[in-house]
């Protein structure tokens, strides 16, 4: 069975504070990581492929060249092949854009029967993509998946959560999951893996080499763009309750009242 | 390219340098220079104080959208009762609509849910349109796009919203794509332009440190999903007045391949942390699993459920359901107590927009009392026990 899992790389946004004297964003340490979802992602199709035997693990990322590392990344964990989609015609896609140019090359690789997604990215926090390749390929999709029960030639049966708990469903293959952590804990690469994956090539793909439609990649293929980018007013400071416990607990529960939250 | 550097007012300052979060900005000769890496997100563009930092847009020829009217609404249900996010957005939807002078709607999908209709006008809906159908009693993706699709291109309206629920995150994306139109997702500010009719459409990135607003200037229906609590219903009025269209499913294709199975509620007394008032937040700073049980107390004893930092739901103390946070939920509730988190930002950026946050943590330096409206530093395990007294006290 080939699965694709499809990555991001991405800012590591735990550095990435407000310098409050500018009021300009800072990003400080290692610039960029996989998005952490991913690595479930990654985890998970590393599990089938043991699970199923005869299998291929194929990592996908559309990004600028720097994203090649994450993909190299990827073979460290056990990924057979990592392939980048980098083109300067291609940055500037929003979510639509971004999600027709990664169902092309999921096209051309061919004979894929699942594709894994981490359920967002937390750059851009939309989990929007994974839903869109699907429709692209016109292929069935669940997201929030928790746990993939079952897995054979023609279909998968995966649990999804819900706002009110859990549903358990079967889409035939080929077919696009999202998934969150519940799924699995996600290994670290090992020597082996680290030593694959310096030696790994990873081929980039471009816009020609997908023979896409120049209208729906990049910018010109986003129907959305940002018109203003802020930053947000931090309008809180906390008033700080002095006291022993029972005084601050005291004055806090009075707070609350009045608030009639109490 | 779309973005450039405008030379005659860059003075080399480098304050773009570390707000580039990809780190691709360099400075040579005092003059800022965007590298090849550049995924135009634009978090650069406010960091600069001279306005050498210009975003061009090939928008292409305006496409003519006067045909697209109205704003809808998606009235999410569940097991037959409407979500309050349906509600909620009536609400917004009812100020938006005012200012485009379109009408309001709202679309209801399900199996016997005829009856919602009512309460969808006595919200504010001008109109609602129905789709019963047994294969929409409960939800698969395929069948409400198919739906929502039909509807939307028969009818053109400028707008659609919808909750940012987990039906909704699924459903918006595949119905954008199929439509080939924008979605922007999360949005916590909406706003219309009464003379483009565009919808602007504002939300957090990067973890909540940055604030974009968006636009679809040129495809139409307009899509955006908004998260529960984030706006309020019109008051309930039985004597509103609307319309309620039973749509005509007669010769719509339902595919059936995919099958629900089973459904089950959560193992837990049911947790929708993004509907919840009032949450209180375990972290990692509670020492032990056992003192979650204080949590459970203080959530029990103020009407509220409890939350968790992604430390303790790693920890396996509790469930993953639990989890506030960017990779858990986002929740903005009249109140938040946060008790024993440190207030990483990705912890911060699922819970900062509560109405008002308690903070309790012993580290005076921790983050999370740059968001707190009440912060007691102290150990929690001393001061959620005086807490539980003093709400006796109340009885």
């Known amino acids: 069975m080939k699965i694709v899992v499809c990555i991001k790389q991405v800012p590591g946004t735990t550095e990435v504070k407000i310098n409050p004297e500018t009021n300009t964003l800072i990003r400080e340490g290692i610039p960029n990581e996989i998005n952490v979802l991913d690595l479930y992602a990654i985890e998970e199709a590393l599990r089938l492929k043991e699970r199923l035997g005869e299998s291929t693990v194929v990592a996908l990322s559309m990004g600028p060249p720097q994203a090649a590392e994450s993909l190299r990344q990827t073979i460290a964990l056990g990924a057979d092949e990592a392939i980048l989609l980098s083109d300067r015609a291609f940055a500037g896609a929003d979510t639509l854009a971004t999600a027709y140019t990664l169902a092309e090359a999921i096209k051309k690789i061919g004979d894929v029967s699942l594709i894994l997604c981490g359920k967002q990215a937390v750059d851009g926090d939309t989990a929007q993509v994974g839903p869109e390749v699907a429709e692209n390929l016109g292929w069935p999709h669940l997201t929030y998946v928790r746990k993939i029960n079952e897995i054979g030639g023609q279909e998968v049966i995966a649990e999804r959560m819900t706002d009110d708990g859990y549903e358990r469903l079967s889409l035939p293959l080929p077919a696009l999951l999202t998934v969150i952590k519940e799924i699995n804990e996600p290994r670290l690469p090992g020597i082996k893996g680290q030593m694959r994956a310096k030696k790994a090539e990873i081929p980039i793909w471009t816009a020609e080499s997908l023979n896409a439609d120049p209208d729906r990649i990049g910018q010109k293929g986003s129907p959305t763009w940002v018109k203003k980018i802020f930053y947000p007013e931090s309008t809180v400071t906390a008033e700080i309750i002095a006291g022993s416990p029972s005084e601050q607990a005291a004055c806090v529960v009075e707070r609350l009242k009045g608030l009639g939250m109490a | ?395």
């Open chain 2, 1 to 395: 390219m779309g973005i450039s550097i405008l030379n005659d007012k860059c003075i080399g300052c480098k304050l773009c340098v570390p707000a580039c979060p990809f780190g691709v900005i360099t400075v040579a000769e005092k003059k800022a220079l965007i590298g090849d890496a550049c995924t135009l997100c634009g978090a650069c563009e406010p960091a600069c104080k001279f306005g050498a930092i210009k975003f061009a847009y090939e928008t292409g020829p305006a496409a003519d959208l006067s045909a697209y009217q109205g704003v809808w609404v998606f009235a999410e249900q569940r097991g037959g009762k409407l979500a309050d996010v349906a509600l909620e957005l009536l609400g917004e939807g009812r100020q938006l609509a005012t200012v485009l002078q379109q009408p309001l709607a709202a679309f209801l999908l399900g199996s016997g849910i005829g009856h919602l209709a009512k309460e969808l006008i006595a919200f504010g809906a001008e109109r609602v349109y129905v789709a019963d159908h047994a294969d929409l009693r409960g939800f698969i993706e395929d069948s409400y796009t198919t739906v929502l699709t039909e509807m939307a291109r028969a009818q053109k309206p400028n707008i659609i919203l919808l909750g940012a629920t987990a039906i909704g995150r699924s459903l918006a994306p595949r119905v954008a794509a199929r439509l080939g139109t924008g979605l922007t997702a999360d949005c916590t500010g909406l706003a219309a332009d009464p003379g483009t009719k565009d919808l602007l459409q504002t939300r957090p990135a990067f973890g909540g440190n940055v604030m974009a607003t968006i636009l679809t200037q040129n495809h139409r229906p307009q899509m955006a999903t908004v998260r529960p609590r984030v706006f309020c219903p019109l008051p309930k009025d039985e004597n509103r007045i609307g319309e309620t269209v039973n749509w005509n499913l007669a010769k719509t294709v339902f595919d059936h391949r995919v099958k629900l199975l089973e459904s089950m509620t959560a193992q837990d007394e049911k947790v929708n942390l993004a509907e919840a008032e009032i949450i209180v937040s375990a972290g990692r700073g509670l020492g032990d699993q056992k003192n979650l049980c204080l949590v459970k107390d203080l959530a029990d004893a103020l009407g509220g459920v409890v939350g968790a930092s992604r430390a303790v739901v790693d920890a396996g103390w509790i469930a993953y359901q639990h989890q506030v946070g960017q990779t858990g939920k986002t929740v903005r509730p009249k109140l938040y107590v946060a008790c024993g988190i440190h207030g990483a930002i990705q912890h911060l950026a699922g819970m900062q927009s509560a109405e008002v946050i308690v903070a309790i943590n012993k580290n005076p330096e921790a983050p999370i009392f740059k968001v707190a409206h009440y912060g007691i530093v102290g150990d929690a395990m001393e001061v959620i026990p005086e807490m539980l007294k003093e709400l006796k006290k109340a009885k």
